[in-house]
Nanobody, 116 residues
Framework: QVQLVESGGGLVQPGGSLRLSCAAS????????MGWYRQAPGKQRELVAT???????NYADFVKGRFTISRDNPKNTVSLQMNSLNPEDTAVYYC??????????WGQGTQVTVSS
């Protein structure tokens, strides 16, 4: 059974930081491209950042310079360090595992709220 379990969400003030983590099980983690997506109320889910199985990262323009994605293959985890958060970053953040667009898995999501 494949499981992606996100953690690290919460309430943070504007300008603050959070670190999200996603623990994967039931897959050969090193074979998968991993990503973080988010969905704000009333909006479509959008890509935040991805990291390939080879370690190449890609970011949405709105998070470049603020967020950093990383992976730890021995621990089967992918993380998202989020700095300089603003209220527009408020959303449910989802972890995604993608095997060559053939197999895709999603976590249940973790809420990030940026508010004073």
């Amino acid at each position: 059974q494949v499981q992606l379990v996100e953690s690290g969400g919460g309430l943070v003030q504007p300008g603050g930081s959070l670190r999200l983590s996603c623990a994967a099980s039931g897959i050969t983690f090193s074979m998968y491209d991993m990503g973080w997506y988010r969905q704000a109320p009333g909006k479509q889910r959008e890509l935040v950042a991805t990291i390939t199985r080879g370690g190449t990262s890609n970011y949405a323009d709105f998070v470049k310079g603020r967020f950093t994605i990383s992976r730890d293959n021995p621990k089967n985890t992918v993380s998202l360090q989020m700095n300089s958060l603003n209220p527009e970053d408020t959303a449910v953040y989802y972890c995604n595992a993608d095997l060559l667009n053939v197999r895709k898995y999603w976590g249940q999501g973790t809420q990030v709220t940026v508010s004073s």
